[in-house]
């Protein structure tokens, strides 16, 4: 007799497999050792072995292999060849219906390729060059540059209705600001513009007037006069932002940016804390909102349960970014980002994610 792994061996079904027949009736063992629990099977079973598993391959129906075995046992080759040709016709039925989903599949998504296509492809807008030139200033400090995340390495021109929106992040950090928009009444459309082609574009936003912008397919250019900087967009998708636009109840302060960025500057830091997304170390301040609604930046012993700490140099840049003589900061909880915003401005803002202090 053979034991349960030889008949699984010889037969290409598997131990698991000679179990689960067996407790459904298929395939029973010849004996049982009733101590052990373990199966043997006579020579003259693998042949029924072997064609349950050329059926189960087939994907037959467990009924109908019942059916299928119980003709063979009993030499009925016109039942068994009846049983077979029906599972073919099931199975060429099957495989039409597939092919008939799969063409219908295929025309949707030629249609929705040719529908964003057709969206793109006429797409100019007019904008002021003062305020796109101020909007890639307030983002520009946030884009990514790590060659793993390519869709992070440049700027997203997020254009709806009236309104041109750039956002830029490298996933610590995100940058968001808005100009007006005119010319273009068509769906909602995103591009992203690599970092060279951005910084290219903003050579050329010296006037006073304003600059056309166009997306053609994956190609996107500026027009200021006669000069103009053109390219090709990347390709990757941008993450959604608009999940962070709207963040968990803060504590405002407003700041004297100067003063506050020469506070960080020259006030205790925290060297060598690490970032936990990368691992990188870097120097870290720890804030905390006074009752009078002034901002601190703590020494070592002065932490209290409601202090962030956030990157120092990722700061400073979005204080920077932020070009206004007063900015507000707005701190939550000590895992929740920072928020950097213009006064009277909800235009735009930057948001800073806080690093975990070690222990």
Not at 184 to 212: F, K, N
Not at 260 to 279: H, I, N
Request: proline letters at 6%.
């Amino acid at each position: 007799m053979r034991s349960i792994g030889e008949m699984a061996r010889d037969s290409g079904l598997s131990v698991s497999a000679l179990r689960f027949y067996d407790n459904a009736g298929v395939l029973l063992p010849a004996w049982v050792d009733p101590v052990s629990g373990y199966r043997w099977y006579e020579p003259g079973q693998l042949e029924e072995a072997r064609l349950l598993a050329c059926l189960r391959r087939t994907g037959m129906p467990l009924a109908d292999i019942r059916l299928v075995l119980a003709g063979w046992s009993h030499a009925e080759p016109d039942l068994v060849r009846g049983l077979l040709q029906a599972h073919l016709r099931r199975l060429e039925r099957g495989l039409a219906e597939a092919r008939s989903e799969f063409s219908a599949l295929r025309a949707t998504i030629d249609h929705r390729e040719n529908l964003m296509a057709s969206s793109t492809a006429v797409l100019e807008l007019s904008v002021p060059a003062p305020e796109l030139a101020a909007a890639l200033d307030a983002v520009r400090f946030a884009a990514g540059t790590d060659p793993e995340l390519p869709m992070l390495g440049g700027v997203l021109f997020d254009i709806e209705g009236a309104h041109l929106r750039l956002v830029a992040t490298d996933r610590y950090r995100m940058a968001v600001a808005q100009t007006s928009a005119l010319g273009y009444g068509g769906p909602r459309t995103q591009v992203v513009v690599p970092l060279p082609l951005a910084d290219a574009m903003r050579a050329l936003l010296t006037g006073d007037g304003s600059v056309q912008v166009s997306v053609d397919g994956d190609r996107v250019r500026l027009e200021a006069g006669d000069r103009q900087a053109g390219g090709r967009s990347l390709g990757s998708d941008f993450p959604d932002y608009r999940r962070l636009v709207h963040l968990p109840a803060a504590r405002q302060a407003r700041i004297d940016t100067e003063a506050f960025r020469e506070a960080l500057r020259t006030g205790p830091v925290r060297a060598g804390e690490t970032r936990e997304q990368d691992d990188e170390p870097c120097d870290v301040s720890v804030l905390r909102v006074t009752e009078d609604g002034r901002v601190l930046v703590c020494d070592d012993g002065d932490d209290d349960q409601d202090s962030v700490a956030v990157n120092r140099e990722f700061l400073l840049h979005a204080l920077a970014a932020g070009a206004r003589d007063e900015l507000i900061l707005e701190l939550g909880a000590p895992t929740a980002p920072l928020a950097i915003r213009r006064p009277g401005d909800d235009s735009g803002f930057s948001i800073l994610m806080p690093v975990r202090l070690t222990d």
